[in-house]
């Protein structure tokens, strides 16, 4: 048995002048929902200590075997959703784009500025209610919450198949945003529940791959729906029958959801040993199970939060990465047609480019996980090539025997989402206690929504539709990226030097160090406060 001590967070009356000290057994009769106080102050709910200390207990319990089979399961049935989710996410809020190749301005009567302001519009409610909806996301049923959200946002977009003004747009557009905020966060919450800290990376950028992956399957549909359009000439036009496509696919998608998303205490496709055997697992990550912390938000987490240098690092990094994500998503069609490509060229020749992104997402999955310590050096190079191919793009002449040279160029500049998917996994590797997650997480995510925003917003109007300027600025974008990402990596390395220090001056031994690192993170216990959590 564990160690642990709890107080009862509502004595009764003889108690409240010395509050008697519980241990797990003593609070094993407890209702599950009640809360109790842990030994650093940390406030739990019975039903978390009880599913922490089972996992603590039976860790040693369950054979290599039994950790693998579990692992492969989740492997087999969770991660080819999420990829599927994810992928279908992507091309949702990015089919706006290739929507714009086929007439959605001039059948809508936009004019000026109005279309991007849809990319406006999108991200500013995205990040109106990703901290909203993140809370949500701690209180109740992950995967159930996911799933309902992913069902509206596909109503949505397929509304937007008959619209024919503006104004409507602009509202479907700000509601889409507000339902997709949950993905990411959602997922990356999702990944730590279920895989040890090491896997973190590789597991996310699987999911995260599908935004070049599933794009490669929709791009070719949308090929083909266009192409059905042009032979049927005054009939259903091509945008239209493109936003159909992507409204019934998320509507598909979230339908299977459903029945299978969720946290190792909420899928139904486990056992109960397979349950405690997935939770048991994560214990060595320091920062508890799928179910700590979930019932109370924690304001000491929220202040510690803003003072740490982490979220900073965050913030600028998803800032910098989405300026580039931001003008790419919303004029990287237009671009690509301005080196001398048809409507359709451009969305046959994108196909290559989402091939390299996949590949690249296999290289630095695996290597990550074979090699440890080398996330940040992969999010540090992966700047540097849509850096030198940005450049090459603004500062060649705008002349059609360069538009192989600028395609080629502009090929590289894929591996720019790297520094971006990678630093929202490191919020679930490097961040522990659930509320601080939960902060960070939504930080960054409003930097995402931002730095989407000001993308859309240095294409000028009066610089298309080569957008040279614009092309220089993100450029300048993804080297301050990379000077953040080396800065960061020195914070951490010295933080971790500090850490180590001090357990050798404790003078414990390993077993007592794992077993004090589980035990604060059984408790809700931050990265900050908890010296074991590297």
């Known amino acids: 048995m564990s160690?642990?001590?709890?107080?009862?967070?509502?004595?009764?009356?003889?108690?409240?002048?010395?509050?008697?000290?519980?241990?797990?057994?003593?609070?094993?009769?407890?209702?599950?929902?009640?809360?109790?106080?842990?030994?650093?102050?940390?406030?739990?709910?019975?039903?978390?200590?009880?599913?922490?200390?089972?996992?603590?207990?039976?860790?040693?319990?369950?054979?290599?075997?039994?950790?693998?089979?579990?692992?492969?399961?989740?492997?087999?049935?969770?991660?080819?959703?999420?990829?599927?989710?994810?992928?279908?996410?992507?091309?949702?809020?990015?089919?706006?784009?290739?929507?714009?190749?086929?007439?959605?301005?001039?059948?809508?009567?936009?004019?000026?500025?109005?279309?991007?302001?849809?990319?406006?519009?999108?991200?500013?409610?995205?990040?109106?209610?990703?901290?909203?909806?993140?809370?949500?996301?701690?209180?109740?049923?992950?995967?159930?919450?996911?799933?309902?959200?992913?069902?509206?946002?596909?109503?949505?977009?397929?509304?937007?198949?008959?619209?024919?003004?503006?104004?409507?747009?602009?509202?479907?557009?700000?509601?889409?945003?507000?339902?997709?905020?949950?993905?990411?966060?959602?997922?990356?919450?999702?990944?730590?529940?279920?895989?040890?800290?090491?896997?973190?990376?590789?597991?996310?950028?699987?999911?995260?791959?599908?935004?070049?992956?599933?794009?490669?399957?929709?791009?070719?549909?949308?090929?083909?729906?266009?192409?059905?359009?042009?032979?049927?000439?005054?009939?259903?036009?091509?945008?239209?029958?493109?936003?159909?496509?992507?409204?019934?696919?998320?509507?598909?998608?979230?339908?299977?959801?459903?029945?299978?998303l969720g946290t190792p205490n909420e899928v139904r496709w486990l056992s109960k040993r397979e349950k405690l055997i997935a939770c048991a697992r994560v214990m060595s990550n320091n920062a508890g199970t799928d179910l700590t912390g979930r019932k109370t938000w924690k304001w000491d987490q929220v202040i510690e939060a803003f003072k740490d240098p982490v979220m900073y690092f965050q913030f600028v990094n998803a800032f910098m990465s989405c300026v580039c994500n931001g003008a790419l998503t919303t004029f990287g069609t237009v671009i690509n047609k301005s080196f001398g490509f048809t409507e359709s060229e451009v969305i046959l020749y994108t196909i290559p480019r989402s091939v390299v992104s996949v590949l690249w997402f296999v290289v630095v999955g695996y290597t990550t996980t074979k090699i440890k310590g080398t996330r940040m050096y992969f999010m540090m190079v992966s700047c540097l090539f849509p850096f030198v191919g940005l450049l090459v793009i603004a500062l060649l002449p705008s002349d059609i025997k360069y538009r192989w040279t600028k395609w080629g160029m502009y090929l590289i500049t894929v591996t720019f989402v790297i520094p971006m998917f990678s630093a929202w996994s490191l919020i679930s590797s490097n961040t522990a206690g659930r509320t601080k997650r939960s902060v960070i997480s939504s930080m960054c995510f409003i930097a995402y929504c931002t730095g989407n925003i000001a993308g859309s917003q240095v294409m000028k109007a009066k610089d298309a539709p080569h957008y040279i300027p614009g092309t220089i600025t993100i450029a300048s974008c993804m080297g301050v990226e990379f000077v953040t990402i080396v800065l960061w990596r020195l914070y951490l390395v010295w933080t971790n030097k500090r850490k180590q220090q001090k357990i050798e001056q404790m003078g414990l031994t390993q077993e007592e160090i794992e077993r004090k690192g589980q035990e604060l993170g059984a408790e809700d216990t931050t990265d900050i406060k908890n010296p074991f959590f590297m």
Request: glycine residues 8%.
């Open 3 to 260: 160690n642990i001590q709890y107080t009862d967070k509502t004595p009764t009356e003889t108690d409240e002048k010395a509050p008697h000290h519980l241990t797990v057994m003593d609070v094993s009769d407890y209702p599950d929902d009640k809360q109790v106080i842990a030994e650093n102050g940390n406030t739990v709910t019975v039903n978390e200590v009880k599913i922490a200390e089972a996992a603590i207990l039976a860790e040693s319990e369950f054979t290599e075997e039994e950790y693998k089979r579990v692992k492969r399961k989740t492997d087999l049935l969770l991660l080819p959703l999420m990829w599927w989710m994810y992928g279908i996410q992507q091309t949702d809020k990015t089919g706006l784009g290739t929507m714009n190749l086929y007439g959605v301005q001039k059948d809508t009567g936009m004019h000026g500025n109005q279309y991007s302001l849809l990319t406006v519009i999108f991200y500013a409610a995205y990040g109106l209610f990703e901290f909203p909806s993140n809370v949500v996301l701690q209180r109740f049923n992950m995967g159930k919450t996911l799933t309902i959200y992913m069902f509206c946002w596909g109503i949505i977009v397929l509304c937007q198949a008959f619209l024919h003004s503006w104004a409507p747009f602009m509202v479907l557009r700000f509601l889409q945003g507000a339902f997709e905020c949950t993905i990411s966060p959602g997922f990356n919450l999702i990944i730590a529940s279920w895989y040890l800290t090491r896997e973190h990376n590789a597991r996310a950028l699987v999911f995260q791959s599908a935004n070049a992956g599933w794009g490669i399957v929709v791009d070719l549909t949308m090929y083909g729906i266009a192409k059905a359009a042009e032979k049927h000439e005054g009939g259903f036009a091509a945008w239209r029958g493109i936003a159909v496509f992507l409204g019934g696919q998320t509507l598909l998608a979230a339908s299977v959801a459903w029945f299978m």
